[in-house]
């Protein structure tokens, strides 16, 4: 259940057009996301994105994995409209068949929240992709989740645009070591 072979568990939610709108946290030190009740810290990213990357082979980076971070609050909602949760067991299930097919490398002993919301946004998205065959209708309902949500992102992990959504940072230490060393090296000229 969790697509790993041809991109990350964050690209499959490309097929919902999802749309984040989020303004700034920046008064709340530490915070990386905030949505409604829901707190994500940035050591509850870092963390994340670390067993992310022990799980899959892949680093999502910071800024894309905030901003399904985002999405994943109100495609749980949407779930929950049309009967569908998700619960840990079930997450549990599909990490160890994931395993036993070896799509997964590694599974850490304690997997931290923000992933598990994550992994669970990715089973939920597929059931209701089963559920409901009408896409334009599921990103309808998205687009007035996220309208009606109380978001707050840290900058550092993106802005928005005129259309609300997230453009991702390129600076500090949200940048991938790639993406700077070879800056770095093509600055340099020494």
Do not use: W
Request: charged share 20%; hydrophobic share 35%; net charge negative.
């Amino acid at each position: 259940m969790f697509h790993t072979r041809h991109g990350r568990v964050l690209a499959g939610l490309s097929s919902l057009a999802l749309v984040s709108g989020l303004g700034a946290c920046s008064a709340q030190p530490g915070v990386a996301l905030q949505v409604g009740d829901t707190t994500y810290s940035e050591a509850d990213v870092t963390q994340a994105v670390d067993q992310y990357d022990q799980m899959f082979g892949q680093d999502p980076g910071r800024s894309d994995f905030v901003a399904a971070l985002a999405n994943a609050h109100h495609i749980l909602e949407m779930g929950t409209d049309h009967g569908i949760v998700v619960d840990d067991a079930t997450v549990d299930t599909q990490i160890e068949a994931a395993k036993e097919q070896q799509t997964i490398t590694d599974v850490p002993d304690h997997i931290n929240h923000a992933l598990m919301d994550l992994l669970r946004m990715q089973l939920t998205v597929s059931e209701l992709q089963a559920k409901v065959s009408d896409t334009q209708q599921l990103s309808d309902e998205l687009a007035q989740k996220q309208v009606q949500a109380d978001l707050h992102v840290n900058p550092r992990y993106g802005t928005l645009d005129e259309n609300n959504q997230i453009v991702p940072t390129t600076f500090g230490d949200v940048v991938s070591g790639g993406s700077s060393a070879g800056t770095d090296s093509s600055q340099s000229g020494n």
